[in-house]
Nanobody, 121 residues
Framework: QVQLVESGGGLVQAGGSLRLSCVVSGSIFSINAMGWYRQAPGKQRELVAF???????NYADSVKGRFTISRDNAKNTVYLQMNSLKPEDTAVYYC???????????????WGQGTQVTVSS
């Protein structure tokens, strides 16, 4: 059973920065891709960024140039550095792990509790 624990969210003013962390257990972390997702009130969960086992990255257009995803396989942890935050980045942020096609589809059986990011204008 994969366990995902997200942290690092908070309240920040527009233009500010946050760094999210996600610790994964119960999975062979190093061989799987990792994805960060977000869900704003009244909206569907969307994929924000993902990183492959080889370190390749991909970003949603809305965050490209502002967010950076990275991973530390020794710590079973994936990070999301968020800079130049905007009010529209306000959402609950989640991570998950699996093959790239599953990361892209987002069809996971379980999710962590997420971490709330609120950006004030």
């Amino acid at each position: 059973q994969v366990q995902l624990v997200e942290s690092g969210g908070g309240l920040v003013q527009a233009g500010g920065s946050l760094r999210l962390s996600c610790v994964v257990s119960g999975s062979i972390f190093s061989i799987n891709a990792m994805g960060w997702y977000r869900q704003a009130p009244g909206k569907q969960r969307e994929l924000v960024a993902f990183i492959t086992s080889g370190g390749g990255t991909n970003y949603a257009d809305s965050v490209k140039g502002r967010f950076t995803i990275s991973r530390d396989n020794a710590k079973n942890t994936v990070y999301l550095q968020m800079n130049s935050l905007k009010p529209e980045d306000t959402a609950v942020y989640y991570c998950n792990t699996g093959p790239v096609h599953t990361i892209i589809s987002g069809t996971f059986g379980s999710w962590g509790q997420g971490t709330q990011v609120t950006v004030s204008s």
